[in-house]
C-alpha cells in the first residue's frame, strides 16, 4: 500500500508557491528598481531647477559695468545661500566666504564657463552673467543631503513595502494552492485504497465541470478498468483451480490406492505417499488462491510464530529453514494459509540463491507486521529491478519469474505488501495488517 500520493501534492504545492514567489519578488524588485530610476531622475531635476533658479536670482542681483561685476546690492539675501560673483580673472567679488571643502571647486569653476559638478555632499554650478558675454561668473551651490536622505527615506519605504507585499503574495498563493489541491490528494489517496479493499466505489461527481471534478471523472474510470481487471483475474483464478481439482483428486485417488497395495516395496510406498503430500499442498495452494480471488477469509488471524515454525518443517527445499526472531503472541489480521502461501515463494527463492540456511523472522511495526526472508548468498543485483513484477528475475535464475509476484499478489488481496527489505544481503519481506488487541 502506498503512501506517496499526499506528499507528491505537498511537493506540487511547494513548487507552485515557491514560483509565485520567486515571480512576485522579481516583479517587486523590477518596479522597486523603476520607481527609484524616476524618483532618482526627479530629485536631480529639482536640484537642478534650484541652481538654474539660484543662477537667475545672481543674475538679478548684479551689475555690470564696463565688464565688471558688482553687487547690485551688498544686503541682498541672495549671497547668503552659497552663491558668489566672479570677474573675468575669475576672482571672487561678491558672496559669501567660501568653505574649505569647496574652496578649490568654486575658484576652478570661477574662472568661467558653464559646468556643474558635485564635491561631498553638494552640487555646485557656474555660468555666465551675461550670456554671450565675458563678463564674469555666477557661482552657487546646494546642499544635497535634504534630498538625498529624501530619497533614501524612499529606497527603504520601498523595500519594506515590497518584502511585506511579496510575504503576502506568497502566503495568499499557498493557502489558495494548498485549497485547491487538497480534493486531489484525497481522491488519490481514497483511489489508491479503494483499488485494492473496495474495488466497486467511485467517487461519482457526474460529467466533469473543472479541473476537479474533471479528474474524478478520469480517476472513475480508471477505477472501472481496474475493477474489470480486478474481476477478471479472479475469475481466471477461480476457473484455473476448480478445473485441476478434478485431474488432482483423481491423482490423490490413484496415489492412495498405489501406496495400500499389499506387498509393495517400501521404496515404491514412499513415492506413493510424496505424491499423495504433493496432492494434498497443491490443493490446500488451490483453496488460498480461490479465498483471496473471492475474498473470504478477511475476518480470520494468525499466530505469526505458528506460522513461521511451520515453515521450517517443509520439504523439498534446498536449504534448511529457521527462525531467529519472532515474539510470542504476534498476530496478524490475515487468514494463516494465505500468510503461509505468501511466504512461500520467498522462502523457496531464498532456499535457492542462499548458501547455508534460511533465516526467518518477524516484528511489529505500529499497525503492522514485517514477516522476513533472509538468505546468505551473493543478494539481489542493483540491475535487477522490482523481482516483485512478473516475469523480472536474475539472469542466471532458472525459474519463471512468477513466485514472487505471486507471492505480493497474495499479500496485497488482505491489505499487505511483498517488499525488499535489503538487497545485500538479500532480504525480502511480507508486510501485513496486524490484528486489533
Known amino acids: 500500500m502506498t503512501d506517496g500520493s499526499p506528499r507528491s501534492s505537498a511537493s506540487v504545492r511547494r513548487r507552485i508557491t515557491a514560483t509565485t514567489a520567486a515571480i512576485s519578488a522579481l516583479g517587486m524588485l523590477a518596479l522597486i ?150 480534493p486531489v490528494a484525497t481522491m488519490t489517496a481514497t483511489a489508491v485504497a479503494w483499488s485494492h479493499e473496495r474495488p466497486t466505489r467511485r467517487f461519482g461527481l457526474g460529467p466533469g465541470r473543472d479541473e476537479i471534478s474533471g479528474l474524478a471523472s478520469v480517476l472513475d474510470g480508471l477505477l ?56 494434498d499442498d497443491m490443493g490446500a495452494a488451490m483453496t488460498t488462491l480461490l479465498d483471496a480471488a473471492r475474498g473470504s477469509g478477511s475476518t480470520a488471524t494468525a499466530d505469526v510464530g505458528a506460522v513461521l515454525r511451520a515453515q521450517t518443517t517443509r520439504s523439498g527445499l534446498a536449504l534448511p529453514v529457521e527462525v531467529v526472531d519472532a515474539p510470542a503472541g504476534l498476530t496478524a489480521a490475515v487468514p494463516a494459509e494465505l500468510l503461509a502461501r505468501s511466504l512461500a515463494p520467498l522462502i523457496d527463492n531464498a532456499a535457492r540463491h542462499g548458501r547455508t540456511v534460511v533465516r526467518l523472522s518477524a516484528e511489529r511495526r505500529g499497525e503492522r507486521i514485517l514477516v522476513a526472508v533472509q538468505d546468505d548468498g551473493d543478494g539481489v543485483p ?45 532480504v525480502f519481506g511480507v508486510d501485513v495488517p496486524a490484528a486489533g488487541e
Do not use: C, N
Open 224 to 279: 472501472d478498468r481496474v475493477d474489470r481487471a480486478i474481476r477478471a483475474e479472479q475469475r481466471l483464478t477461480a476457473e484455473v483451480a476448480h478445473e485441476l481439482r478434478t485431474p488432482l483428486t483423481v491423482m490423490r485417488g490413484e496415489a492412495e490406492l498405489g501406496a495400500a497395495t499389499p506387498r509393495l516395496r517400501k521404496a515404491d510406498r514412499e513415492r506413493f505417499e510424496r505424491i499423495v503430500a504433493a496432492a
Open 33 to 182: 528598481v523603476v520607481v527609484l530610476l524616476v524618483a532618482w531622475r526627479t530629485t536631480d531635476h529639482e536640484m537642478d531647477q534650484v541652481l538654474s533658479t539660484r543662477v537667475a536670482a545672481v543674475r538679478d542681483a548684479t551689475d555690470v559695468a564696463g565688464g565688471l561685476p558688482a553687487a547690485a546690492d551688498a544686503d541682498d539675501p541672495t549671497f547668503d545661500t552659497s552663491s558668489w560673483v566672479a570677474d573675468v580673472d575669475g576672482r571672487l567679488v561678491a558672496g559669501p566666504s567660501v568653505p574649505a571643502s569647496l574652496g578649490p571647486a568654486i575658484h576652478r569653476l570661477a574662472r568661467g564657463g558653464s559646468r556643474t559638478v558635485e564635491v561631498g555632499a553638494w552640487r555646485i554650478r557656474a555660468a555666465p552673467l551675461e550670456r554671450g558675454h565675458d563678463s564674469g561668473t555666477a557661482v552657487v551651490a546646494i546642499d544635497t543631503g535634504p534630498y538625498r536622505s529624501g530619497l533614501g527615506r524612499l529606497i527603504g519605504a520601498a523595500v519594506i513595502i515590497g518584502v511585506f507585499v511579496v510575504a503576502g503574495v506568497t502566503l495568499l498563493a499557498g493557502l489558495i494552492v494548498r485549497r485547491a489541491l487538497a
Open 382 to 426: 542493483v540491475e535487477v529491478g522490482d523481482v516483485f513484477e512478473p516475469g523480472v528475475r536474475d539472469a542466471g535464475s532458472q525459474g519463471a519469474g512468477l513466485g514472487l509476484a505471486l507471492a505480493r499478489r497474495l499479500a496485497r488481496s488482505v491489505g499487505g505488501d511483498a517488499v525488499v527489505v535489503s538487497r545485500v544481503p538479500a
